[in-house]
Each structure stands twice: as structure tokens, then as C-alpha cells.
């Protein structure tokens, strides 16, 4: 939010610079996040001094350009070459010394130089009034009034508006200071505080009278619950055309574009006091009626930027006795509004209810002024004062007269909320004791009275455009803030409590897992929770009448709740390869969100996504590509990591994997991996493959917490390996080797692991070759090779049993 420190201090009489106003609202809350310069003339006319032409003569070499002589106040005449028509001996001219900057109209700069123009030497430039930006004219020089004084700074003769403005953070609460007005308020709270006393200078609208009754409308509210407040006003007898410059110097200072006086009114007064009006033309309203209320769906209309939008049923709209004319408190029609042929205007200020504004406005994607108020919640009764002062104004800037009585519809009106403080809630909440009395100047500098007064406390009536206050840490809150964070002081000594917690918490074992994939060369990822709905049409075992959906979606594309990690995964992928960083390795901790028969349910997951290399390109290694067994292996090791080594393998069912397992340990599943699917990856513009792994996160928290983690002491007898090479069915999984050799050796054997796999030339038909090792070790003894030999014998006859295996 803009506010301009000339258009404050009209609110407010200060003598303070803009830098420590910036301070002070800083301290209130009212964030000022930076103050630019704003001036009418960009670089105030700076180098740019009047001079007196004292001889003009012909160019030798030009016939369109003269060779001037001007006294510019210094030493001695300097000679500058102009090529005005009407430049002539005598004139009083600016002139725009050597090192000015002046501006083109697109705001580029340009610097005035000393040099030679057709072989004639020229010293500066006798000025038009467009370039100096004090007009549109470029038809010759300005020539000034004979009485001016040769030296004088041009910035002294003209109105130059220079001005400081304030770049407030607004956070969403603080409806009551989206204005002029409002800031000027909490800023003499401020004041107050600080012991300087300041007055709060309202615009005075005791000159508003009703001229004749000549125009009446017929205003009707058909949907009181949705506009509680509606006024309005017709003028008549106005002159639509430019505002006055002081005016404009108002909106552009805070990055409006001006656009005729009666508009530039209503904006004005929106950025005064924030309340919002609206100006319809009387000659474009249908039956001199107005009808706020809501359309058929599906009704078309077209707005003021010339967009035909398709209207929702609860979208409050402010109609003629035919059509729409405006969308109530976001945007006008284009049919309806304010032009240069308008003689007479319907004015209107209303308090719209601020849920429908905000869903109104989310629906058509439009952010106005006007809505970003109404839907935070404006002060329902400033409206009627708010449109008595555009009224003035407008009559000021446009001229003509009221030509009818204010309607004003407030049936049900908007009481302010009582509220009971505690003096011993406020100290506890705060940390520090505040007078009492300076407690209640400052409740009463934020126009917060006080109705009740106990030893304990007080009873208060909080004003109703304070929607933020309702509560008594909200008053407390105020309280704290006017009275100064940096005034609370802070204790030497701390005290905290230790919690009892399980090793095993969640957040515990997100942390243990989280740090061993990140030192395996993994990022973590957070994606949004919210997605498309047609997210569901790429996985089949999703349903779309499983989605979570939002009441009130931003947009389409973030409508429901993910009822998977996958398709979110994937968009974080296609970022980072559209952009040349193909090896990634990614993982997210996150939700999944799921209707089931009208039951909302939500699960926890671990994914892993890799893609690529296994590392970058190095002079000192091969480039290894990221396969499946990485991808297992990586599953495995956070498994182990998290006391889970048994678990069952079995073929995955995801419809997303092309190939896959799922590991589980009873009835649960612990984790499904696999390559994921080319046709999903093309959805997402993905053309290298790319390996997915969901871990159930709520069952591996449930197992980890039954596991018991047992320690024991490193042998001191060394272990032994011995090798196979065994001759298989393609069909033989290592799987099954590994639990035949812990089932024929239970003590002694210690590892089982597979080092090569062959198959090719030499070999039967339908057969492959296993390289397997074992390691046996006895934690008491050196085991003899008299030993070894039994087991693996035993070993070698069990394999040729059950698997049919040969000894290569």
C-alpha cells in the first residue's frame, strides 16, 4: 500500500521527517518496507535556469537554426544553437545549463553536453515545454513573463509537487489503516504515545445540501445479507473533463493513472478515508432504478477492461431495471460508467460483506482497490459520511448540484464489539506490567472507549471497523504495539522446561532419515498441497470422487488436494530439466488427501524421485546412470537405517510403475517403488526415465516404534568368505538363494551377497549365472577350513534341491 507524506500531513500536522514517520509506523505495525521520491517534474527542473536571449542571427549552415547569445546569470553570455520557430532577441527563456538531466516522456534520461551543431559551439538548450515535462506543447520555447529574473532556478516558478511515499506491508488484519485517514490515525496514537500532542483533522462536509429533488432514483436492496449498507446520490448539472493538477499529483504520486475529475473523485476519497464509490451515468441507467442483488448463472457481462465474463449465481450485482451494470464492489461495466458526455451521475457508497466480495473477485480473477477493502472489511459507518465528501468534491472539481436526498438501506446496523480486559492477562500475555493509566490513553488515542473501570480491569466498546479486534489478546495486542515492542524489556534469566519425548516422534525419524539422504546427495522438496483435479486422469487407481475439493479455490489448477505426491514430484523435476540439471535426487516429506464415503482422510509419505547420473560428470569417474537397484538400495539402507530389515518382496501393483516391488512386513505395506511410466512422464515433458519410491510413512512409524535396537560387541575372530558360482533358471531370484542359505546355516552365516550376473554365450539355453559370496564368523572362535567346507557342502546340496542349481 502507497501513502503519500504530503497527502498524510493534511490529516495530520507534523514536523517530522519521512524517515522517522517511517520509524514510528514501523514500531505501530504499519511495516514501511521503503519511501520513494515522487516529484510532478521528474528531476525537479534541477540545472534548468531562466535566461534572457540577447542576440539571435541566422545559422552560417543551417537554414532552420539559430545562433543565440544568453545571459544565463554567470560571467558572461554562453552561445546555444536552437532550432525553435519562434526563439527571438529580448525573450525571457528556460534554459537548460551544460550537465542537466531531462527526461523524455517514457521516462528515459538524457543529459545536456557541451558541442558543436552544424560547426556553430552550443552551451546548453533553450527548452520547450514538453521537454521540461511541464506540458504536451513542443510547437517552440517557452517564453516567460518579461518581469522574470534573469538566474532565477526554474524549479522556483513552477508548482513543483515533490513528495515522500511510503511503501506500507500490510498485513490482511489491519483493515483500518488501508487509507490516509486510517494510518493518520494510528500515527497519532503514536504521537500520544510519545507525550507530543497532535490533532486528527477530518475533511469537513458541514457545506453538503440538496439543491432540488429533481432526479430521484428508485433504489431497492434485493440481498440485504450480502450489501448491509447501501447509499447513493445523483448529481446533476457536472462537467466531466481533466482534474486539476494538484489533484493528479495526489493519484500519481501513489501510481494512479488520472482519468477525468469525477473518476479521479471517487478514487481519491477511496484512498482518503477507504471507503469505495462508484459513479454510474444517470443517462445509462434503465428506468431510473437501481436493484443490488444477485443474477441467473451464466449471465454475460462485460467490464470496464472489456472482458465478457460469465456470471456465478452468488455474485451481488448492482443492476438497472434491465441489465447489470456493475459487479458490486469489484469491478464496473462497460456500459455504464462515467465519460466525457456525461452531465449527471449516480453516486454510490455501499458496505459490500466482505466473504463475498473476496469469492466474487477470486472468481474472475480480478485484484481492484475497491475489492482488496471491501473484502478485508471497511468501517460500515463512514459510508454515508464517505459519500458526502466525494459529493463536495465532485461539485468542486466538476461543478452542477445534489439533485436528490441520500438513500441510505442499512437495516440491520453493525454494532461495535464489547470487550472485557484484564489487567493481569495483559501483564502476563505482555511479560511486563503497563500503568494503568497509560493503558487507557492509549485504548482512547485508538478510539477504543472505555465503559467500565474495576480494580481488575476494564470494559470496553471497540469500534466496529476494528473487525481485527474481538477478542481480549486482540485489544491486548494493541495495547503492546502502540506502547512499543522495543519498550518491553527482557530478562537475564531464562527458564524452560524439558519435554518428555520418544526418540521415535516423528519429527525424530524425518530428521534421522532426512539427513542420511541428504548426505547420499539428495534435496528435499515442499510442493504445494493443492493441485489440478486432472491430475487423477493420469493414475487409474485414483478416483475422481475421491478428491478433497475447495470451497473456494484459487484456481483451477489448484482446486483439490493432492490425492498423490507423484504428479507434484514430477512438475519440481520438469523445472529443473527444462532448465539443463538432468541428475537430480530428490525427496519430500508430505500428505495425501483422500473422500472416502464422505470421510475426509489424510496419510503421511516419504517419495524419493531419481533421474540421470547418480552423480555429475567428474575427470575422475564414470558417468554411472541411476537404475532401479540404486533406487532399491537406497530404500534399503533407510529402512535398516531405521531398525527394518525383514520385510517381504513382491511385485508392485502401482499403475503408475512400468516395473516395480513393494516391500512389506505383514499385512502392511511399507514402501512401493519403480519406474515410472513413459506416457505420465510425457504429461509432464519428461523424456529421460525416471525412478519414484512411496514409502507408507504411517506404517514404518508404527513398526520403527516395536523395534528394539540391540548393541553388541565387535568380534575379535576374523570372518571368512567363500564363493559360488551357480548355473540357474532365468526364473531363480537372488531372493530365494539368500533365504535357503539363512535357512541351511542360521549361526554362522553372516552375509549373503551377489557380486555378478552373466548370461550370454557358453551358457544352456533359458539359464544365467549367479556369483554369489558368503561370509561366516564365529563370535567365540577362528573357524577351521574343516568347518567352512561342511557348511558349504551342506549349502551346495540344498541349492541343487530346491533350485535345481549347478556348481559352474
Not at 444477485?294 to 462485460?302: D, P, Y
Not at 453516486?347 to 477493502?373: C, M, Q, V, W
Not at 564363493?723 to 535357503?740: C, P, Q, T
Request: charge should be negative; aromatic fraction near 8%.
Amino acid at each position: 500500500m502507497k501513502i503519500s507524506y504530503n497527502w498524510l500531513k493534511q490529516f495530520i500536522n507534523t514536523d517530522w521527517t519521512a524517515e522517522e514517520t517511517e520509524v514510528l509506523l514501523t514500531d505501530l505495525g504499519l511495516e514501511v518496507e521503503g519511501i520513494t521520491k515522487y516529484e510532478s517534474v521528474k528531476g525537479g527542473l534541477e540545472g534548468v535556469v531562466v535566461g534572457e536571449v540577447l542576440t539571435c542571427e541566422q545559422h552560417p549552415n543551417a537554414d532552420r537554426l539559430k545562433v543565440t547569445t544568453v545571459n544565463i546569470g554567470a560571467e558572461a553570455p554562453v552561445q546555444i544553437v536552437c532550432g525553435a520557430p519562434n526563439v527571438a532577441a529580448g525573450q525571457k527563456v528556460p534554459v537548460a545549463t551544460i550537465g542537466t538531466t531531462l527526461y523524455t516522456e517514457e521516462g528515459e534520461a538524457w543529459t545536456i553536453k557541451k558541442g558543436k551543431i552544424r560547426g556553430e559551439e552550443s552551451h546548453g538548450m533553450i527548452c520547450a515545454e514538453d521537454e521540461l515535462g511541464l506540458g504536451k506543447s513542443h510547437d517552440g520555447i517557452m517564453v516567460l513573463a518579461e518581469d522574470t529574473v534573469v538566474g532565477t532556478p526554474a524549479s522556483e516558478l513552477f508548482d513543483i509537487e515533490v513528495d515522500q511515499v511510503f511503501e506500507i506491508g500490510l498485513t490482511p488484519n489491519r483493515a483500518d489503516a488501508m487509507s490516509h485517514f486510517g494510518t493518520a490515525r494510528d500515527l497519532k496514537a503514536g504521537f500520544t504515545q510519545k507525550d507530543i500532542k497532535v490533532e486528527l483533522i477530518t475533511p469537513s462536509v458541514s457545506a453538503f445540501h440538496v439543491s432540488n429533488r429533481a432526479l430521484k432514483m428508485d433504489v431497492e436492496v434485493l440481498n440485504p445479507e450480502l450489501a448491509p449498507r447501501y447509499c447513493g446520490i445523483t448529481i446533476s448539472g457536472l462537467q466531466v473533463k481533466e482534474s486539476p493538477a494538484w489533484l493528479q499529483h495526489r493519484l500519481k504520486a501513489i501510481g494512479l493513472t488520472p482519468k477525468n475529475n469525477v473518476v479521479d473523485a471517487t478514487n481519491y476519497v477511496l484512498h482518503e478515508l477507504g471507503q469505495p464509490l462508484h459513479a454510474f451515468d444517470t443517462a445509462k441507467i434503465s428506468g431510473n432504478r437501481i436493484e443490488v442483488k444477485t443474477v441467473a448463472a451464466g449471465t454475460k457481462f462485460t467490464t470496464l477492461d472489456e472482458v465478457e465474463r460469465e456470471l456465478h449465481e452468488d455474485d451481488l450485482m448492482i443492476c438497472d431495471a434491465e441489465k447489470p451494470m456493475c459487479i458490486a464492489g469489484v469491478f464496473g461495466g462497460m456500459h455504464s460508467g462515467v465519460t466525457e458526455h456525461t452531465t449527471s451521475i449516480f453516486l454510490e457508497s455501499a458496505y459490500f460483506d466482505p466473504i463475498s466480495i473476496r469469492k466474487t473477485a477470486k472468481r474472475h480473477g480480478l485484484n481492484t482497490d475497491a475489492s482488496f477493502r471491501f473484502e478485508r472489511g471497511i468501517d460500515p459507518n463512514i459510508t454515508e459520511y464517505a459519500l458526502k465528501r466525494a459529493t463536495l468534491l465532485i461539485l468542486e472539481l466538476a461543478g452542477g448540484e445534489i439533485t436528490s436526498d441520500i438513500y441510505d438501506a442499512y437495516p440491520k446496523k453493525i454494532n461495535d464489539f464489547e470487550i472485557r480486559l484484564s489487567y493481569d492477562n495483559a501483564r502476563k500475555l505482555i511479560g511486563q506490567e503497563i500503568p494503568e493509566e497509560t493503558i487507557k490513553s492509549i485504548l482512547s488515542s485508538l478510539d477504543i472507549k472505555i465503559i467500565n473501570v474495576t480494580e481488575a480491569g476494564l470494559g470496553l466498546i471497540v469500534p466496529a471497523y476494528r473487525n481485527d479486534v474481538q477478542r481480549e489478546s486482540d485489544v491486548i495486542e494493541e495495547i503492546l504495539r502502540v506502547y512499543g515492542y522495543n519498550n518491553i524489556e527482557f530478562s537475564t534469566k531464562l527458564n524452560a522446561s524439558i519435554s518428555n519425548t520418544s526418540k521415535f516422534d516423528d519429527h525424530n525419524l524425518q530428521n534421522i532419515i532426512g539427513n542420511q539422504l541428504a548426505s547420499q546427495g539428495f534435496y528435499e522438496i515442499l510442493n504445494n498441497s493443492l493441485t489440478t483435479p486432472d491430475y487423477v486422469k493420469l493414475d487409474e487407481q485414483l478416483k475422481e470422487e475421491h478428491n478433497v475439493t475447495m470451497l473456494n479455490p484459487l484456481s483451477n489448477d489448484l482446486s483439490v488436494m493432492r490425492q498423490s505426491l507423484l504428479f507434484s514430484g514430477l512438475e519440481a523435476l520438469s523445472f529443473n530439466i527444462n532448465r539443463k540439471r538432468n541428475n537430480l535426487k530428490f525427496f519430500e516429506f508430505g500428505k495425501s488427501y483422500h473422500n472416502y464415503n464422505n470421510n475426509r482422510e489424510e496419510y503421511k509419505h516419504l517419495t524419493l524421485f531419481v533421474t540421470g547420473n547418480r552423480s555429475n560428470e567428474t575427470w575422475n569417474s564414470l558417468n554411472k546412470p541411476s537404475d532401479f537397484f540404486y533406487l532399491k538400495g537406497t530404500i534399503t539402507s533407510a529402512l535398516e537405517r531405521l531398525g527394518i530389515s525383514r520385510f517381504k518382496e513382491a511385485p508392485s501393483k502401482e499403475a503408475v510403475f512400468n516395473e516395480g516391488l513393494t516391500f512389506n512386513l505383514g499385512k502392511n505395506k511399507l514402501v512401493s517403488f519403480g519406474l515410472v511410466k513413459k506416457n505420465i512422464l510425457k504429461h509432464f515433458g519428461i523424456n529421460q526415465e525416471v525412478l519414484f519410491a512411496d514409502f507408507n510413512w504411517d506404517a514404518i512409524l508404527e513398526v520403527a516404534k516395536h523395534n528394539k535396537i540391540k548393541f553388541k560387541e565387535i568380534s575379535k575372530y576374523p570372518k571368512i568368505r567363500r564363493d559360488f558360482a551357480l548355473l540357474l533358471d532365468e526364473n531363480v531370484s537372488f531372493e530365494s538363494i539368500h533365504d535357503i542359505a539363512k535357512k541351511t546355516e542360521k549361526q554362522l552365516l553372516k552375509e549373503v551377497s551377489l557380486f555378478d550376473v552373466y548370461q550370454g554365450k557358453n551358457l544352456p539355453k533359458d539359464k544365467k549365472s549367479y556369483a554369489v559370496s558368503f561370509t561366516f564368523q564365529d563370535e567365540h572362535k577362528t573357524l577351521t577350513d574343516k568347518q567352512i567346507d561342511k557348511i558349504m557342502n551342506k549349502l551346495q546340496s540344498s541349492f541343487e534341491r530346491q533350485l535345481g542349481a549347478e556348481l559352474r
